[in-house]
């Protein structure tokens, strides 16, 4: 089972990025939004991919 320590940090920096890709696609003609949906897009990618190698590791 995944203790709730192990839960939170890998909820919260998917939630920002979610928070971001929304954001960002709100003011998608504007460089800012873009910024931010890339941004919010690596912030995902990297929590999954961190996970991953942990799991791995193990």
């Known amino acids: 089972m995944i203790s ?3 839960f939170h940090a890998m909820l919260i920096p998917i939630l920002a ?3 971001l890709l929304a954001i960002g696609f709100n ?3 504007k460089n800012a939004g873009v910024f931010a949906m890339w941004i919010g897009m ?3 990618l990297a929590t999954v991919v ?3 190698l942990a799991k791995l590791n193990e």
Request: charged residues 20%.
């Open 50 to 52: 961190f996970k991953i």
């Open 42 to 44: 690596l912030t995902i």
């Open 17 to 19: 990025g979610m928070i």
């Open 27 to 29: 003011f998608r003609d």
């Open 4 to 6: 709730m320590s192990s």
